[in-house]
């Protein structure tokens, strides 16, 4: 039941991705990629928001949290995921370990589309 959950929420998620991603936002900005900036900035209140209230305001079974916070939201966007986590380090007062985290991964997530696009305009 807990695959179904999440293959659902994921559905949608991936659904409202596409939505965003072909609504009048795109052409909003000739360079600027707001469709993914908007979905990355809603991604991330949204895990925030229901993290706090799964958790500390209202009492919801197992499959629907993994329907909105692994499926939903992990089909929407991984970016908010990427921000809880470097939440729980503020949070943990690890503030090194925090910017660490989020420069090397903008950074060397960056590096990986380059070699990935160096490597596939070989073939």
Do not use: C
Request: glycine content about 10%; charged content about 10%; aromatic content about 18%.
């Amino acid at each position: 039941m807990k695959l179904l959950s999440i293959a659902a929420g994921g559905a949608l998620g991936a659904v409202a991705r596409y939505l965003i991603n072909v609504s009048p936002l795109h052409s909003m900005f000739e360079k600027f990629p707001f469709p993914t900036f908007v979905i990355n900035v809603v991604g991330s209140f949204l895990i925030g928001f229901f993290l706090i209230l799964f958790t500390d305001k209202a009492d919801v079974g197992e499959n629907v949290r993994f329907a909105i916070l692994v499926g939903f939201l992990g089909a929407f966007t991984t970016f908010s995921t990427f921000e809880l986590e470097i939440w729980g380090l503020v949070r943990e007062n690890q503030f090194l370990t925090a910017f660490a985290y989020l420069f090397l991964s903008v950074v060397v997530g960056f590096a990986g589309v380059i070699a990935g696009v160096a490597l596939a305009r070989k073939f």
